[in-house]
């Protein structure tokens, strides 16, 4: 299964990085855990089981010790992502970020609270060494797409042992896309969808900055699908179809090595949806988009030793136009990526949810001069 990157029918502004992956963005680690288990009739709790878990680390430290700035944005709100709020309010990210299917949502929270008080045992109770009081509570940031249809949903598989090996499993290198961890049993525009990821570099002075992109895909309608412009949908269809096929999600988490505050990193959330407009979406409304990005660049210390902390400066206005294409851009190509790498999987009762049938979009896109 081939990258788009690999089909010459795509046509970026701003070059790749080496991976084409949001592990572009130094010392940022990607691990899936993946649970495919059963075939055959649905046995409610028991499955078949299509699913698993992703999470997306932005450095392989105690990340509760040491924050990154942190921003998120909700384009359309039908989801149950948990921790946006504090995100939200306080621009900074304290755990890893997990992906997953959605009524795992509150059993993979629970997990990265029982792994970041295992590193901070302080978290609720103060600092008993010093008699230093800090009832700091954590805030697990997860996100979710429904992988109802392939899997025992209700059963809620995915807990502590998954996250536990997904975290440890969290590599810098390549990243494993379309049938894995919580692109597992997840559809895009009637076709298996999955995880993509992509990145693009900018080229600034005495260096340069990265902005990497993960998906996990699950929306739209087949004819909406439209790659580089031209509308695939409209021409290949899929063999089979579920009801409402339009409905479902898309979590999208950004990273960057740019010095940008949570503020700023905001007005990149924002433009994502550029991205997932150029794929054909209309944001229908039973779907759940979300964005959440953070940078690298600095760190915000759990316990500060002064009131003051340092950080780069980034004067945006002159580089945000090319943050904000490189943005559009990883957005665009993570999720042509979700749909390329995945293939055909049947899932409870015989669901299938089919690849995208490569071949026959290459045929479309050269009619279209591509």
Request: charged share 15%.
């Amino acid at each position: 299964m081939p990258r788009i990157q690999e089909l010459e029918i795509y046509h970026n502004r701003l070059p790749r990085g080496p991976l084409n992956a949001i592990t572009d963005v130094p010392g940022v680690a990607v691990g899936h855990e993946t649970l495919i288990t059963g075939n055959g009739t649905w046995q409610p709790g028991r499955g078949p089981f299509r699913t698993g878990v992703t999470v997306v680390l932005p450095h392989q430290d105690n990340l509760y010790a040491e924050k990154v700035p942190a921003a998120v944005h909700t384009i359309n709100g039908f989801g149950k992502v948990t921790g946006f709020e504090q995100v939200r309010e306080l621009g900074r990210l304290e755990t890893p970020i997990a992906l997953t299917g959605t009524l795992n949502v509150p059993r993979v929270a629970d997990a990265l609270i029982s792994l970041a008080i295992e590193q901070n045992p302080h978290i609720g109770v103060g600092f008993a060494e010093t008699g230093r009081k800090g009832y700091a509570s954590v805030n697990p940031v997860v996100g979710e797409t429904s992988d109802g249809f392939l899997s025992d949903i209700q059963a809620r598989p995915i807990g502590e042992n998954e996250v536990r090996t997904a975290v440890s499993q969290a590599t810098t290198g390549p990243v494993s896309e379309g049938v894995v961890g919580a692109g597992t049993g997840t559809s895009c525009f009637g076709w298996k969808g999955g995880i993509g990821t992509a990145s693009r570099v900018l080229p600034v002075q005495n260096g340069s900055f990265t902005i990497g992109a993960l998906v996990q895909s699950n929306y739209g309608s087949p004819e909406e699908l439209t790659i580089a412009g031209v509308p695939v949908g409209q021409h290949i269809q899929p063999p089979q179809q579920a009801k409402r096929a339009e409905d479902g999600s898309i979590m999208i988490v950004l990273a960057t090595n740019a010095p940008l505050n949570g503020r700023q990193l905001g007005r990149l959330c924002r433009r994502a949806a550029f991205g997932l407009a150029r794929t054909g979406s209309t944001c229908h409304g039973g779907s759940g988009d979300f964005v959440i990005a953070f940078s690298t660049a600095y760190r915000l210390p759990d316990q500060p030793k002064t009131l003051v902390v340092e950080r780069p400066f980034l004067d945006e206005q002159p580089i945000m136009s090319s943050l904000a294409l490189a943005v559009i851009e990883a957005v665009e190509e993570a999720i042509y990526n979700s749909l390329f790498m995945a293939h055909t999987v049947v899932g409870r009762d015989g669901n299938t949810r089919y690849a995208l049938p490569v071949d026959e979009v290459v045929a479309v896109m050269r009619q279209y001069g591509r």
